[in-house]
């Protein structure tokens, strides 16, 4: 049995918060796309791969449970969700192969966020076979398509100053 790090619990739990109350409260793809990923990304330097792909998951759901994402659009969820993994898992990767912080950082970053651009831009087609109302196609190809990319890129970048102000980077 693994000994709990009580320090590591309470950054977990006080970065979920925000990953859960956010997406359920704020419908504006803008704000709560960054402020996800820049905890997606913080969780990822502050607590470890695990628990940050245990936040990837979290987000989309709340997101579905409060509305932002309308629940004739379920079948997203899983695919956002898969967006945030390989986005995490990118970052993560580029600290292992790239020996420069910084370098890697914002490697680890674009990398990251043009991955989990194209997942979900290449998923539209799959899900446009889930939805029952074929109007909903447009949507949801406007959801994932480049705004994606946007929101990654723009967490990522908040993220680095948090970072970058915790002397974690």
């Known amino acids: 049995m693994e000994k709990v790090n009580t320090r590591e619990l309470l950054v977990f739990l006080g970065l979920a918060a925000p990953a859960l109350v956010l997406p359920f409260f704020v419908h504006w793809q803008w704000l709560t796309g960054p402020i996800v990923n820049a905890i997606l990304v913080i969780a990822l330097f502050l607590v470890g791969i695990r628990s940050a792909l245990v936040l990837c998951l979290v987000p989309s759901m709340m997101a579905l449970s409060g509305g932002l994402i309308p ?5 997203i969820v899983p695919f956002i969700m898969l967006g945030n993994i390989i986005f995490v898992i990118a970052i993560d990767r580029s ?3 790239i020996r420069n912080e910084k370098k890697a950082y914002w490697v680890g970053l674009f990398v990251g966020a043009f ?3 194209i997942f979900l ?12 109302k074929q109007e909903l196609v447009l949507k949801v190809a406007q959801m994932l398509s480049w705004p994606q ?4 890129l723009s967490g990522g970048m908040l993220a680095w100053l948090v970072l ?3 002397k974690k980077i």
């Open 95 to 97: 600290f292992a192969y």
């Open 149 to 152: 990319l946007a929101t990654a």
């Open 71 to 75: 629940s004739v659009l379920a079948p």
């Open 164 to 166: 970058k102000s915790l």
């Open 115 to 117: 991955l989990k651009f």
């Open 121 to 132: 831009f290449f998923s539209v087609n799959v899900i446009a076979k889930l939805l029952i």
